[in-house]
């Protein structure tokens, strides 16, 4: 084996940094995302055609393009924001162009299974639009919200590998750079193996949660 356990230890440690930041930064953007995207859409509380529009053909957009084009794609930006186009920061910026519109997708239709009679429940009450969507709408849809955030995770995970493909750091730049490159097989089937390991560990805490969360 052409690494040691240290080289192996920092790629994951890069790996876990890579997805913690990219997912707390997509949170902060997909969630008001997907908020409005099922407040303005016809019929609901803050309907408006114009916004809907706008905000649905954005999405897609970025949904539309795969992660190593887009990762390609806004290295102008990335150099922008970070400095550089290289590196576990830089590969921050496309995960959360990638991540983004995805949980806002997925926030959308947690929030949208939630049953109309209790948006109508809170109307009836004088409740604002603001204190529908903070009181009624995600209290009732955080159980599935969780599951949502579990699955983006989970594809950031996959991601921030891919990203090491064109120099992102991480257990992916790990597998590509020794397991690929100089052929060390080894190399590559521990990296595979820590991240089977990391996404069910990731799944099994997010159903856990999600379940404990039901139950209330």
Do not use: C
């Not at 890579?18 to 969630?31: A, D, K, T």
């Not at 849809?141 to 921030?160: F, K, M, N, P, R």
């Not at 097989?185 to 820590?194: K, P, R």
């Amino acid at each position: 084996m052409l690494v040691d356990q240290e080289q192996i230890w920092e790629a994951l440690v890069e790996t876990i940094s890579m997805v913690s930041f990219s997912l707390l930064f997509s949170v902060v953007i997909g969630l008001p995302l997907g908020i409005l995207l099922v407040v303005t859409r016809k019929g609901h509380l803050l309907e408006n055609a114009i916004v809907f529009k706008v905000l649905n053909g954005t999405v897609n957009i970025f949904r539309s393009v795969p992660f190593i084009i887009l990762m390609v794609a806004i290295i102008p930006v990335t150099r922008l924001i970070v400095g550089t186009s290289i590196g576990t920061a830089a590969a921050v910026v496309p995960l959360v162009f990638y991540a983004g519109p995805y949980i806002a997708r997925l926030i959308e239709n947690s929030l949208l299974e939630v049953d109309p009679g209790v948006v109508e429940a809170a109307e009836a009450m004088g409740a604002t639009p603001g204190q529908i969507i903070l009181r009624f709408l995600i209290p009732e849809a955080l159980s599935s919200l969780v599951l949502a955030i579990t699955i983006a995770t989970i594809g950031l995970v996959g991601a921030s590998a891919m990203a090491g493909a064109v120099g992102g750091g991480g257990l992916g730049d790990l597998a590509i750079t020794y397991g690929y490159q100089r052929f060390d097989t080894v190399v590559m089937l521990i990296t595979v193996g820590i991240l089977v390991v990391l996404v069910q560990g990731l799944q099994t805490f997010g159903n856990i949660t999600a379940k404990s969360i039901r139950r209330r």
